[in-house]
């Protein structure tokens, strides 16, 4: 659907059963959940489709190596509880989106015998609260197995390695998926239009002023319950709801590095199990790179925060003590920072003692706000929104929830055999083919037909991301800027930012012919997509 057309049925199609307030991870899994259920449904998010938080995570889908050892330590009940239902809901992930998700070995080394017997017995209990959702036995290794696993790895006074597993997806591309998904269903799914103020009658909501980003033009959507999951901005809208709102959430920024493939196996990730401040850090394969990270430190709620260079150097200092093989700034193709927005149940904890914990509140004027959580559990975070938006709002839905086994959109029929379609069929590379078939699933042969018309070249020649898919992202997608496309359609920013600046002019060209830009309109996506781009240096 022409945006045009999807901006027109929010002004006209009201009222909606949800109106949903941000488009990420924790937005985009509620209005899945309520469509499928029957319910009328609209979301808008002021930036793109998974603009923030959830396009800057680590690519886990994961319990929590780090709750669960705190929740040993600490008899915490609580954080146990979490672990063991993100795991559940891990297993979930993977299997209903399976060409955006597979499980990943990650390799922990151990450099004293004291520490063998603890991680071991600690990523057992993870295997065992995973249960039948388990993707893999851990397994206790030898330094030989764990230097061949993880060649990089210091060998100095290495003990013993333990392999254990955990999921792995692209962010970006399952927040546009989940998009798709909704309105697939009905949802009527709109980027680049900001919730700028609630309405109320009789003290009671009943819809929200939006604005159009792109046009300038404003109205007013009618909804039966809003649904505020705008992350890291959740306590923005609560007070648009009511300006005395207590804040709930901190914010911490996470930043991520990304090396080329010389750093890390294809397939194998490192858990680097204990920071000078605690922490766990991954050094993982993602696309073709080795992304590394993140770091935990409060932050101000913006809405492009930039990775420090104190924070790059953190993550250096700590890779170049477990690896063999040293690391320069200058190895760094990208560096990107993200907000992860914390419930502080305690206001005397730093960021980095928050749990990633999810809060539901409804206020007395009826705004159903969700704080909190993670990618993992972003389903069953829906759920619960979905639930209790219907009990107070007094919602009629067609069916109770249908998520925990609805195959998301190109997972249907996905099956590996995808890949030799794509190479024998369309002639397409294999690299090329490789990613049409994990970033699309059973949809990769429509932008296959795309490239066949003529749109087959490579937007970079050390990438594998086609000209057909700005096309593709453009017409279906919901991308209606160049770095909407360059960012989150294609990884492309998010791994190598000088191939990403060179890729901009064409990117603009291909979006221009199928948008209708103007010269003026050319200038300013260029301009835009060159400073998101600075700020990911």
């Given at each position: 659907?022409?945006?045009?057309?999807?901006?027109?049925?929010?002004?006209?199609?009201?009222?909606?059963?949800?109106?949903?307030?941000?488009?990420?991870?924790?937005?985009?899994?509620?209005?899945?959940?309520?469509?499928?259920?029957?319910?009328?449904?609209?979301?808008?998010?002021?930036?793109?489709?998974?603009?923030?938080?959830?396009?800057?995570?680590?690519?886990?889908?994961?319990?929590?190596?780090?709750?669960?050892?705190?929740?040993?330590?600490?008899?915490?009940?609580?954080?146990?509880?979490?672990?063991?239902?993100?795991?559940?809901?891990?297993?979930?992930?993977?299997?209903?989106?399976?060409?955006?998700?597979?499980?990943?070995?990650?390799?922990?080394?151990?450099?004293?015998?004291?520490?063998?017997?603890?991680?071991?017995?600690?990523?057992?209990?993870?295997?065992?609260?995973?249960?039948?959702?388990?993707?893999?036995?851990?397994?206790?290794?030898?330094?030989?197995?764990?230097?061949?696993?993880?060649?990089?790895?210091?060998?100095?006074?290495?003990?013993?390695?333990?392999?254990?597993?955990?999921?792995?997806?692209?962010?970006?591309?399952?927040?546009?998926?989940?998009?798709?998904?909704?309105?697939?269903?009905?949802?009527?799914?709109?980027?680049?239009?900001?919730?700028?103020?609630?309405?109320?009658?009789?003290?009671?909501?009943?819809?929200?002023?939006?604005?159009?980003?792109?046009?300038?033009?404003?109205?007013?959507?009618?909804?039966?319950?809003?649904?505020?999951?705008?992350?890291?901005?959740?306590?923005?809208?609560?007070?648009?709801?009511?300006?005395?709102?207590?804040?709930?959430?901190?914010?911490?920024?996470?930043?991520?590095?990304?090396?080329?493939?010389?750093?890390?196996?294809?397939?194998?990730?490192?858990?680097?199990?204990?920071?000078?401040?605690?922490?766990?850090?991954?050094?993982?394969?993602?696309?073709?790179?080795?992304?590394?990270?993140?770091?935990?430190?409060?932050?101000?709620?913006?809405?492009?925060?930039?990775?420090?260079?104190?924070?790059?150097?953190?993550?250096?200092?700590?890779?170049?003590?477990?690896?063999?093989?040293?690391?320069?700034?200058?190895?760094?193709?990208?560096?990107?920072?993200?907000?992860?927005?914390?419930?502080?149940?305690?206001e005397t904890a730093s960021?980095?003692?928050?749990?990633?914990?999810?809060?539901?509140?409804?206020?007395?004027?009826?705004?159903?706000?969700?704080?909190?959580?993670?990618?993992?559990?972003?389903?069953?975070?829906?759920?619960?929104?979905?639930?209790?938006?219907?009990?107070?709002?007094?919602?009629?839905?067609?069916?109770?929830?249908?998520?925990?086994?609805?195959?998301?959109?190109?997972?249907?029929?996905?099956?590996?055999?995808?890949?030799?379609?794509?190479?024998?069929?369309?002639?397409?590379?294999?690299?090329?083919?490789?990613?049409?078939?994990?970033?699309?699933?059973?949809?990769?042969?429509?932008?296959?037909?795309?490239?066949?018309?003529?749109?087959?070249?490579?937007?970079?020649?050390?990438?594998?991301?086609?000209?057909?898919?700005?096309?593709?992202?453009?017409?279906?997608?919901?991308?209606e800027r160049a770095s909407?496309?360059?960012?989150?359609?294609?990884?492309?920013?998010?791994?190598?930012?000088?191939?990403?600046?060179?890729?901009?002019p064409r990117v603009v060209?291909?979006?221009?012919?199928?948008?209708?830009?103007?010269?003026?309109?050319?200038?300013?996506?260029?301009?835009?997509?060159?400073?998101?781009?600075?700020?990911?240096?």
């Open positions: 659907m022409k945006r045009h057309a999807l901006l027109e049925c929010l002004k006209t199609q009201g009222p909606f059963d949800l109106l949903i307030i941000g488009g990420g991870a924790t937005g985009c899994g509620i209005a899945v959940d309520a469509a499928t259920r029957g319910l009328k449904v609209a979301l808008v998010e002021k930036n793109d489709i998974a603009e923030g938080t959830s396009s800057k995570s680590t690519k886990l889908v994961h319990g929590g190596v780090r709750y669960l050892e705190a929740a040993v330590k600490k008899f915490d009940r609580a954080q146990y509880h979490l672990v063991k239902e993100a795991l559940f809901e891990r297993g979930i992930f993977l299997r209903n989106a399976p060409h955006l998700a597979n499980a990943l070995p990650l390799v922990t080394p151990l450099y004293s015998w004291c520490e063998v017997p603890y991680v071991f017995a600690g990523l057992l209990l993870y295997d065992a609260l995973a249960g039948r959702m388990g993707l893999g036995k851990s397994r206790l290794v030898g330094r030989a197995e764990a230097l061949k696993r993880f060649p990089m790895l210091r060998g100095e006074n290495l003990k013993a390695g333990v392999i254990y597993y955990d999921g792995q997806f692209n962010d970006a591309r399952m927040a546009v998926t989940l998009a798709l998904t909704a309105q697939q269903h009905g949802a009527a799914i709109a980027n680049h239009v900001e919730a700028v103020a609630l309405e109320k009658e009789n003290g009671t909501l009943c819809g929200a002023r939006v604005r159009d980003a792109l046009g300038g033009e404003e109205w007013s959507i009618r909804a039966r319950c809003i649904v505020n999951a705008a992350g890291p901005f959740v306590d923005r809208v609560r007070q648009m709801d009511d300006p005395a709102a207590r804040p709930v959430l901190k914010a911490a920024s996470g930043i991520h590095v990304v090396l080329s493939s010389r750093f890390v196996p294809p397939d194998t990730g490192l858990l680097i199990p204990k920071t000078e401040d605690g922490r766990v850090l991954f050094v993982l394969p993602w696309q073709g790179h080795a992304l590394i990270g993140t770091t935990d430190n409060p932050a101000e709620i913006v809405d492009h925060p930039q990775a420090r260079e104190e924070e790059i150097d953190y993550l250096l200092r700590h890779v170049n003590r477990y690896f063999d093989l040293s690391v320069q700034r200058s190895d760094v193709l990208s560096a990107w920072s993200g907000l992860r927005p914390l419930v502080q149940f305690d960021t980095a003692q928050l749990v990633r914990e999810h809060l539901l509140m409804v206020s007395p004027s009826g705004l159903v706000s969700m704080a909190g959580g993670k990618w993992t559990s972003y389903r069953r975070m829906a759920k619960e929104a979905v639930d209790r938006a219907v009990a107070s709002a007094g919602l009629q839905p067609a069916g109770p929830c249908r998520t925990l086994d609805l195959r998301l959109l190109g997972a249907e029929h996905f099956a590996p055999e995808i890949f030799l379609v794509l190479t024998k069929d369309y002639g397409i590379e294999a690299d090329v083919a490789h990613h049409l078939q994990h970033a699309f699933g059973d949809q990769a042969m429509r932008v296959a037909r795309l490239a066949e018309s003529g749109l087959g070249a490579r937007l970079h020649p050390g990438h594998p991301y086609i000209e057909a898919e700005v096309v593709h992202a453009a017409r279906h997608e919901l991308a909407d496309v360059l960012t989150r359609r294609i990884p492309l920013a998010i791994l190598d930012n000088a191939a990403a600046r060179a890729a901009v060209e291909l979006m221009a012919g199928e948008l209708g830009w103007d010269g003026e309109r050319r200038r300013q996506e260029t301009e835009l997509a060159m400073e998101r781009l600075r700020i990911s240096l």
